[in-house]
């Protein structure tokens, strides 16, 4: 059986395949990234030039199985997705009262019967807590009697003519979609662990169109947001303040650029023509962080806007995780502390330790810009788990990356 994470960006396309054999061993297949076009925010906005790109993908999917088009498990990030919160209530069906799993069944199909308004679609029910006559705070209600069942639920619903986009580019490029992923849950699946998650942490991924956040508390999602701003951002900042083409910003900011600009020297210059041949002027470094400096302080600063309503600012005890590709700005960290009040680190996909891929694609798996992909290739596995009832060894890459998250 195969698996493949389709990780759609404003920037690239992240894919990652996995297959597992008879012995239930999952190893990874191949893994690579090309440009994507059409996609704007988390979303397409051309449809041809993004099935274009799709095409692309999956032909090279193709050739490394064809079964490897069918199960494929896409993540979603416009900022048009919403959460609330909702409760379902069911009577126990059975004569002695024992909960079955029926009656779970029930009790979270009620949890969904809300008013979404028109064109909105459940993406996610995540199921908070079980509670049995009365009695709160049930992980596992099935083997207990009781009268009555009820379930705490968080309900994550999307815009249906975005998502219908999406589903019909997926297929029209050849491809079935196994499942569709809210990209900060794919994101904190990868990056975060149990402890964290039960200790409260919240996991911001920077992206190339959007960040998106996730705050666990006690083991459960309290609140996941995708914001409209990313890196692309900065570089537009950058191409503003410096008079530059956007390809010659991006270059300044990925091999000049820096989160704190109080750590770099003013004395230090770039000449531009080392990047652009056609510009010939020199730039002060300082100035470029400053630049970056602002908007990254403008995300961080939505982010704590959000733990603030949910009263969590600065009350995290495992802080904060930054993982995408803004992740790997020089300086990022001691920003997020400064902005954030929390201890921060840098997430990375799990553990990565096999013989079986060569050092330059676990160097490459390993960055944070892989971390919502490698997310996804968690959760459809572990989605294909439940439906099938098979569990992936320990052996190879990714059941040690199991066995390190799970409890």
Excluded at 15 to 36: G, M, N, R
Aim: neutral net charge.
């Amino acid at each position: 059986m195969y698996i493949t994470a389709l990780d759609i960006g404003s920037s690239q396309i992240k894919v990652l395949i996995a297959e597992t054999d008879k012995d239930a061993k999952v190893s990874l297949a191949s893994a690579f990234k090309t440009p994507s076009i059409g996609l704007r925010k988390g979303e397409i906005v051309t449809f041809e030039e993004a099935l274009q790109v799709l095409r692309l993908a999956f032909k090279e999917i193709r050739q490394v199985n064809k079964a490897a088009l069918k199960n494929i498990f896409v993540n979603i990030g416009g900022s048009n997705i919403k959460l609330q919160n909702s409760r379902g209530i069911v009577a126990v069906g059975r004569a002695d009262n024992e909960i079955y799993s029926e009656d779970v069944d029930r009790a979270i199909k009620a949890s969904q019967a809300i008013n979404l308004g028109p064109n909105r679609l459940i993406v996610h029910t995540i199921t908070k807590e079980f509670i049995v006559d009365g009695i709160n705070d049930i992980i596992d209600p099935l083997g207990m009697v009781g009268n009555r069942l009820e379930v705490n639920s968080l309900i994550i619903d999307a815009f249906k003519p975005t998502v219908n986009n999406l589903i019909r580019a997926v297929e029209a490029g050849g491809g079935k979609i196994g499942g569709l992923i809210y990209n900060p849950l794919a994101s904190a699946r990868s990056v975060l662990t149990k402890n964290q998650k039960e200790l409260g942490v919240v996991v911001i991924d920077i992206g190339f169109g959007t960040t998106s956040m996730a705050v666990y508390e006690e083991d459960k999602l309290v609140s996941a947001v995708v914001f409209p701003i990313g890196s692309s951002n900065i570089t537009n900042d950058l191409a503003i303040g410096l008079r530059c083409p956007i390809k010659t910003a991006e270059a300044i900011k990925i091999s000049c650029g820096a989160a704190r600009a109080k750590e770099i020297s003013t004395r230090e210059k770039i000449e531009l023509h080392q990047l652009d041949e056609t510009l010939s002027s020199v730039v002060n470094r300082r100035f470029i962080s400053e630049i970056i400096e602002i908007r990254l302080a403008e995300i961080f600063d939505l982010v704590n806007n959000e733990l603030k309503a949910l009263g969590k600012s600065g009350q995290l005890p495992a802080g904060a995780v930054i993982t995408g590709g803004g992740a790997k700005m020089n300086g990022i960290l001691e920003l997020a502390k400064q902005e954030l009040k929390l201890s921060v680190q840098i997430g990375v996909p799990g553990l990565l330790e096999t013989e079986s891929i060569s050092d330059e694609l676990r160097n490459q798996i390993g960055e944070p810009d892989f971390s919502a992909s490698t997310g996804l290739l968690l959760m459809g596995f572990e989605q294909a788990a439940k439906e099938t009832g098979w569990l992936p060894t320990k052996k190879g890459w990714f059941g040690k990356i199991l066995g390190h998250f799970l409890p």
